[in-house]
């Protein structure tokens, strides 16, 4: 069965220093997509980035960038030049394969970021 | 109004009350979502439309019932809930329901408590 796993319920880091959420995943799919999401306390799930298997290159969208290896199933979530507004929980999710009938995404526990000045 | 809008963001009721979650999303997607978020739990889908038909229900109990009557609109009618039933319900929407990448969006969330 498809599994997501992050082992840090909670994080702290200092403002405009750099962060590594963790995400381990467990497929035996040979395609699928891995996604992060934030979650403010406004409850709000906010899309981060995207990383599929076939990509070659690791994502990025700005400070956020996804450090993928596909031979150790991991995704973790790099977050540079953190900012206060940053605290928030974070969530990895996977992707159903492309062929399958439903695009259903199956999310981690979270990490709660906190980012103290 | 932009993206997926939820009303209400807060509902408070009791075990006899029936009322319902409305979702709105503004981006012309053909594909909607519930889900479940309950605390210290990953978020649990709870069904799936596409193109206003359900796709998936993911053995949840019949006290929960979804209908969506447009792709624009997709509602949760909730009675005779449990206490355990309490969490945030979030709402998400997809251009389609399947292809290469398939960004979901997602609402507010209603966070609902059963007393």
């Known amino acids: 069965a498809q599994k997501i796993t992050q082992t840090q319920p909670g994080m702290f880091v200092q403002e405009k220093e750099a962060v590594t959420l963790d995400c381990t995943y467990d497929t035996s799919d040979q395609s699928y997509g891995l996604f992060w999401y934030k979650q403010p306390s406004s409850g709000e799930m906010i899309f981060l980035i995207y990383q599929g298997s076939y990509d070659e290159q690791n994502a990025t969208e700005g400070r956020y960038s996804l450090n993928f290896q596909k031979a150790r199933k991991s995704a973790n979530l790099v977050i540079s030049a953190s900012q206060l507004g940053d605290s928030a929980m974070y969530f990895c999710a996977m992707r159903e394969s492309y062929g399958g009938a439903t695009n259903k995404l199956i999310f981690g526990t979270g990490t709660l970021l906190a980012v103290q000045p | 109004e932009t993206g997926v809008t939820q009303t209400p963001r807060h509902l408070v009721m009791g075990m006899t009350n029936k009322k319902s979650l409305k979702c709105e999303q503004h981006?012309?997607?053909?594909?909607m979502y519930w889900y479940k978020q309950s605390a210290k739990k990953p978020l649990e889908l709870m069904f799936v439309?596409?193109?206003?038909?359900?796709?998936e229900n993911n053995s949840v109990p019949s006290r929960f019932s979804p209908e969506c009557p447009n792709s624009s609109h997709l509602f949760l009618h909730l009675h005779t809930l449990q206490p355990e039933d309490s969490a945030l319900y979030l709402c998400a929407s997809s251009q389609e329901l399947v292809s290469s990448y398939n960004e979901q969006f997602f609402g507010p969330g209603t966070r609902l408590t059963v007393l």
């Open positions: 981006l012309g997607h053909n594909a």
């Open positions: 439309y596409s193109l206003e038909e359900r796709v």
